[in-house]
């Protein structure tokens, strides 16, 4: 396999920009702990993965031609944002009191993977870098497994250390006006992101 450091390198810096799963396991971490992230991280990083199967197959290159197909994905994906800048806005305490039951890991899992598969951009990723790190003297689908694989584990990686720099920024939030910023900003900046998705093209 051609250059597999620089994807790895190239990979590293995608998953480190900000983006809706960043901002996601930000949020994640700081209502539930570091631990509570781990569902919503492990749900980015198979949607990541299923995003890029889909883009080595027929649908990866439906969407990257069907103009209709792209627009529809992209304004469901532009909605979802939208809804959860709303919630986060609506936020008026991130660390729930000891008595009132968490949300369940299986419901931070399922936004998480909603995130990335109804982000049109993140397969145009995959179908737009895979193949310049992909020999056509080796084995295709050892090589897809492997960049699959690993971008997959640098998901993990990259949002459980996020997860745990927001786990320090915890006891502030206990207090009422640190809740009431934290939800705000991450409701903003989802909102934006919505709008972003809303207005690209490909």
């Given at each position: 396999m051609?250059s597999?450091?620089?994807?790895l390198?190239?990979?590293?810096?995608?998953?480190l920009?900000?983006?809706?799963?960043?901002?996601?396991?930000?949020?994640?971490?700081?209502r539930?702990?570091?631990?509570?992230?781990?569902?919503?991280?492990l749900?980015?990083?198979?949607?990541?993965?299923?995003?890029?199967?889909?883009?080595?197959s027929?649908?990866?290159l439906?969407?990257?031609?069907?103009?209709t197909?792209?627009?529809?994905?992209?304004?469901v994906?532009a909605?979802?944002?939208?809804?959860?800048?709303v919630?986060?806005w609506?936020?008026?305490?991130?660390?729930p009191?000891?008595t009132?039951?968490?949300?369940q890991?299986?419901?931070?899992?399922?936004?998480?993977?909603?995130i990335?598969?109804?982000?049109p951009?993140?397969?145009?990723?995959?179908?737009?870098v895979?193949?310049?790190?992909?020999?056509?003297?080796?084995?295709?689908?050892?090589?897809?497994?492997?960049?699959?694989?690993?971008?997959a584990?640098l998901?993990?990686?990259?949002?459980t250390?996020?997860?745990?720099m927001?786990?320090?920024?915890?006891?502030?939030?206990?207090?009422?006006?640190?809740?009431r910023?934290v939800?705000?900003?991450?409701?903003?900046?989802f909102?934006?992101?919505?709008?972003?998705?809303?207005?690209?093209?490909?």
């Amino acid at each position: 396999m051609a250059s597999y450091g620089l994807f790895l390198i190239l990979a590293a810096l995608t998953v480190l920009s900000p983006g809706p799963g960043v901002v996601l396991t930000l949020s994640n971490a700081l209502r539930h702990g570091w631990s509570g992230a781990l569902p919503g991280i492990l749900g980015i990083a198979l949607g990541a993965f299923i995003v890029a199967g889909l883009s080595a197959s027929s649908v990866g290159l439906i969407l990257a031609t069907s103009a209709t197909v792209f627009t529809v994905l992209k304004y469901v994906g532009a909605l979802y944002l939208l809804y959860l800048g709303v919630k986060m806005w609506r936020t008026q305490r991130f660390i729930p009191a000891l008595t009132v039951t968490a949300t369940q890991p299986w419901r931070r899992f399922v936004e998480a993977l909603s995130i990335q598969l109804l982000n049109p951009k993140a397969g145009f990723f995959f179908l737009a870098v895979f193949p310049q790190f992909i020999s056509p003297q080796d084995n295709y689908y050892r090589q897809f497994f492997l960049l699959v694989s690993s971008y997959a584990l640098l998901v993990v990686l990259v949002h459980t250390g996020y997860a745990l720099m927001a786990n320090g920024a915890r006891g502030w939030l206990l207090t009422n006006r640190g809740a009431r910023i934290v939800g705000k900003l991450s409701g903003i900046t989802f909102f934006c992101f919505g709008v972003l998705m809303a207005s690209t093209s490909k």
